[in-house]
């Protein structure tokens, strides 16, 4: 009996942030050369491909900044669920890429593109603004390439991002037979 107990237990976690130190002012981020400048500085001397995630409260002042991956001298395989993690668990409302090419070349890859078309879907579910991707080029001149600003990062009309108030959560709401239909999120009280 004691054994049928343990064949369906499950280990109950808890997830919380551990800053490893502060790095940041309480200045706003506005600029994706304000990201450019912090990225060149973290990133100048490496000599492997590194991603790094920026992670922006409301009012854009930095809330956490994530190394979520350490690659080879030409590559760095990132996936969005790595990369969103820092962002949820900084309850941040806007994030932006970035990443170096230790060559000095301010190329986007295919898969550099591919990634942050990635990344804007996946932010736009999450309702989480994706604001930039940004690649450094290797060595102390803060060269930097922003995806952005060059139109690799499709604008659209709304701004930067697409609007992720179109991406509302699905409700479940029973109905008067006791099954549950599905309707879109609500705005101020009404079912859209």
Excluded: W
Aim: aromatic share 6%; charged share 25%; with cysteine.
């Amino acid at each position: 009996m004691d054994e049928d107990k343990n064949a369906f237990a499950v280990e109950v976690v808890s997830v919380k942030l551990n800053p490893e130190f502060k790095m940041f002012s309480d200045e706003p981020i506005n600029t994706p050369s304000d990201v450019a400048r912090v990225a060149c500085d973290l990133l100048q001397d490496n000599d492997r491909e590194s991603i790094v995630i920026f992670n922006l409260r409301s009012d854009g002042r930095p809330a956490t900044c994530h190394i979520a991956g350490v690659g080879t001298i030409d590559s760095c395989m990132a996936h969005p669920r790595e990369l969103l993690k820092s962002t949820l668990l900084s309850n941040a409302s806007s994030m932006v890429i970035a990443h170096n090419h230790p060559s000095g070349s301010l190329f986007a890859s295919e898969h550099d593109i591919v990634l942050t078309a990635r990344m804007v879907q996946v932010c736009n579910l999450m309702q989480i603004r994706f604001l930039d991707h940004i690649i450094v080029a290797g060595g102390k001149d803060h060269i930097f390439m922003s995806m952005y600003e060059k139109g690799i990062l499709q604008k659209s009309p709304e701004g930067i991002m697409e609007v992720a108030e179109r991406y509302l959560p699905q409700v479940a709401e029973r109905s008067k037979n006791g099954s549950f239909d599905i309707t879109r999120g609500y705005s101020q009280g009404k079912a859209r």
